[in-house]
Structures are given as structure tokens and as C-alpha cells.
């Protein structure tokens, strides 16, 4: 894994070149609880089985399990602390997939993993480069949870030479 350099505080830690394809990363944790689960679903996705025990449990889910815009959420979380808050990246085109695997549960903890699937210098931009991810969290025993692919801009560590 990629280590960071040291620069001081403010600065991009990680540039365009500190993203080689093939690079794997480790995002750390999250636990999430029946009242994160209940919390998000009351605010953005009120489904019963996000919001109540009793629906969940004679849901086709038979218990509660968070929406998959939550688990969306808490893994950009953790790909964003990781990766993204102490670089250059200059935003995203977006996503080119989201896939919701299997359904988080109440006390589950999503490990996040981002892999580098593609690395260039963008073709019209001189001094960025485009970088597109896979980012992963999978559950208890490895189980494969959500799936994202996004492509980023970040700025390049060397200057593109003057035109």
C-alpha cells in the first residue's frame, strides 16, 4: 500500500502520481447501530423495514437493515477520511456503478477497501489526471456488501510544462 509523504498541514498529501493502477487501499471501519439505521432512514429513506423492527421482521429482510444509500454514504465516509481529504482531488464525474450486495444489519461493521482500476493524465486538462476506483465494503466473514465505481480528478504533484 501507497504510503503518504509528509508535508505541511494544508497541503495536498497525495497528488495524481500516488494513485498507480493496481494501488489497493485499506478505508478502516464503521459500525453501524439500529439507531444510526433508524436515524438516516428517517431523514432521506423512510421504508419500514429501515424504520421499524416489527415491519423489518415480516419484510422479505425479517429484521432491520439500513438503506443502501446509508451504506453509500458511510463508505464515501470512510473513502473520503482516507484518501481524498488531505489530496488533490479536484471533484468527480461521478458514478459509474453502485451496487448493493446484501443488506446491512443492525451491529454489522463495514470494512472499505478502494482499488485503482485506471490512471491517466487528462487529455485536455494539463496537470490533472483522471483516476477511476473501485471502492468496496464488505461484513462479517468477508461478505461482499456495496460496490462503487467512481472516476476523480486530482491535480498533479509535478506542474504540466508551459505551452
Do not use: N
Request: charged share 25%; glycine share 10%; with cysteine.
Amino acid at each position: 500500500m501507497p504510503t503518504d509523504t509528509t508535508e505541511e498541514k494544508g497541503t495536498a498529501v497525495r497528488h495524481f502520481e500516488d494513485f498507480p493502477e493496481g494501488a489497493e487501499y485499506a478505508l478502516g471501519t464503521a459500525r453501524l447501530t439500529e439507531q444510526d439505521i433508524v436515524e438516516y432512514a428517517r431523514a432521506f429513506d423512510p421504508m419500514p423495514f429501515h424504520l421499524d423492527p416489527e415491519a423489518a421482521r415480516l419484510s422479505p429482510f425479517g429484521g432491520l437493515v439500513a438503506s443502501g444509500w446509508h451504506t453509500g454514504a458511510v463508505v464515501t465516509g470512510l473513502f473520503v477520511r482516507a484518501l481524498l481529504a488531505d489530496s488533490s482531488c479536484q471533484g468527480s464525474y461521478g458514478m459509474d456503478e453502485v451496487r448493493f450486495l446484501a443488506p446491512v444489519r443492525p451491529g454489522d461493521t463495514l470494512h472499505g477497501t478502494a482499488a485503482v482500476e485506471e490512471a491517466a493524465p487528462h487529455p485536455r486538462r494539463p496537470g490533472v489526471g483522471t483516476v477511476r476506483f473501485l471502492v468496496e465494503a464488505h461484513g462479517r466473514d468477508g461478505v461482499p456488501l456495496y460496490r462503487m465505481r467512481t472516476r476523480l480528478l486530482f491535480g498533479c504533484r509535478v506542474p504540466a510544462p508551459a505551452v
